[in-house]
Structures are given as structure tokens and as C-alpha cells.
């Protein structure tokens, strides 16, 4: 059996999608118990566009950018994601062994308002570098430190960030 990191570092990607999946099950389940209007699904099949879900409940749309992160290092933000109606970026932090969640950090607008500006941020660098040796800057990914984001204890006070008061809305 590989040690966590080393299994983190070689299961990235499917982490990310085991992350993914474990968030909007806890969300949709959330909303189910607080009897919230029925939750519309999409999934983007390609990460360029700044967002990973979209969710629309209770005629709120939201652009969603996931990010897992176990670290304290700056949050690299795709800047389209600001482009987008009720755009915003959700780090989900997780503990390496069991993936289940600790927190989360926040980055986004009231219910149907777009996400504040991300110009003053500088532009995240790539991870590997050029043939000179040098990291160049990475087109449209900005670098958020963790100080911008406002921290959310559980999957109930995600769910009011995104959707506002939904508790038994639904018809």
C-alpha cells in the first residue's frame, strides 16, 4: 500500500473526481433534507471555461470552479469563472487519508451576483519550467492567497452562500 502523499501525488486526478463526486452528493443530500426546490445538474466536460458544475436552485444559477487542496498554498483561480452568471470558487479542504471534508473556503458573490473582480491578483506560474529554466506565467489563472477567501464550516453554510435561504421551498 502506497503512503498518502505518495498515493495523492500518483491518484491526483482521480482524487479530484472523488472530491467532486463527494460534494454535490453532500449538497444535493443537504438540500433534500432542508426540502429544497429540486437542483439542476451540469457538468462541464472541459476545464477551460473557468467552472466545473453548474447548479441551479430556487432560480439561482451558479458557475462553480471546484478546487481540493490540503495545503496552505494560494488557490490558482481560472479567471473565466468571473465571466460567468453567480460565478464562484469553492476549496474544498480535506483530510489526505480519508478525503472527508474539514472546511471549505469561499470565493463568490450573493445568491445571482457575479464573482468580485480577481484583476488585482497576479497570474499563478506554471509548475514546470521552460527550457531556460523559467516558470512563465499561466494564461488566465490567477493566484489567490487563502486570505481572500472567506472560511465555511460545513456543506449547510456552502449551500446558503450558493442558494441563499432555500429551507422548505420546494413545491
Known sequence: MAAPGERNF???SYREMVLEHLFVGS???H???KDAPPVELLRSSVDDCGYDIVMECNSVVRHIQLKGSNSKKPVGVNDRIG???GGCVIC???DPETLRFQKF????GEPS???PSLKKYRHAKHVRANAKGEKGNRQNTKSVPRGAFTKLPDISTVAQRLFGNIEGTSK
Not at 473556503?105 to 463568490?108: M, R, S
Open 10 to 12: 500518483r491518484n491526483s
Open 83 to 85: 465571466l460567468k452568471p
Open 113 to 115: 451576483k457575479p464573482l
Open 92 to 94: 474544498m479542504i480535506f
Open 105 to 108: 473556503l469561499w470565493l463568490g
Open 31 to 33: 438540500l433534500w433534507e
Open 27 to 29: 449538497l444535493l443530500q
